[in-house]
């Protein structure tokens, strides 16, 4: 398959973007500041979702790369971590900007490149259907769900669009820069007592690219233990 994975240099990112390449796959990766030096068969590509002029650009990259995509994977994306008084007015819009807008726009200048049959799985946040103490975050993760649902009406005899909600990741970057007392509240929160790990979620992604999967679209994968929405 050829595949592309926006925001490859991100905690899930990394091992994701490996294991499609050791599955075979032609794999183009992007990266917003530095670039993850990954093994053969992946191209690395940098991609500023803050500067849409630049999309073009990246859209022929993927065409001399790869001709064409057969799945589209977007992780990319910023967490501040504020309430809402405390969110500097700019930083309001810089979340947006990645978190939504940034796709949006991408997926504009991409879609004349996916190909028939082919896919785009979204990396969303249970945040997006539950709330989360940083409003911001939870409202864009919201608004790709909302994005998502209607790409997949409107182009799913071509391309196929899927979300991805986890809930907090074990071994990602939130993970670790998280209080003890509060990662022990996301995993009591979880019905199985368990929180998702990183190469679980990025085994997880890969399975969906797989033939078994055709028929989902426009589906929200909550990943979450089984916690009821509150």
């Known amino acids: 398959m050829r595949v592309v994975v926006i925001g490859a240099s991100s905690s899930i990112g990394v091992p994701l973007t490996r294991m499609f390449a050791a599955r075979g796959d032609a794999v183009v990766a992007t990266y917003s500041a530095t670039p993850v030096p ?16 630049g999309f ?9 790369a790869l001709g064409a995509i057969d799945v589209l994977v977007f992780l990319a994306g910023i967490l501040p971590g504020k309430s809402l008084p405390d969110y500097p007015p700019d930083m309001i819009g810089r979340v947006a900007e990645v978190n939504f807008i940034g796709f949006a726009r991408l997926m504009q200048a991409l879609l004349p490149l996916m190909a028939e049959g082919s896919q785009a799985i979204v990396m969303s946040s249970v945040s997006g259907e539950r709330g989360s103490y940083d409003p911001i975050y939870a409202a864009t993760k919201a608004a790709l769900i909302g994005l998502v649902k209607s790409l997949a009406s409107w182009h799913g005899e ?13 071994g990602s970057r939130m993970y ?9 509240f996301h995993r009591q929160r ?3 007592g368990r929180l998702l790990a990183v190469d679980d979620l990025a085994a997880i992604v890969v399975d969906l690219t797989g ?3 055709k028929h989902l679209n426009g589906a929200v ?3 979450d233990g089984g916690n009821p929405l509150r």
């Open 38 to 53: 990954f093994a053969g068969g992946v191209r690395a590509l940098p991609l500023d979702l803050e500067a849409p002029d």
């Open 56 to 64: 073009e650009g990246f859209a022929a990259e993927l065409r001399q």
């Open 158 to 170: 071509r391309v196929r669009f899927n979300c991805v909600a986890p809930a907090l990741i074990e």
């Open 176 to 184: 670790r820069d998280m209080a003890p007392e509060r990662r022990e």
């Open 190 to 192: 979880s019905p199985t």
């Open 211 to 213: 033939p078994a999967w």
């Open 221 to 223: 994968l909550r990943l």
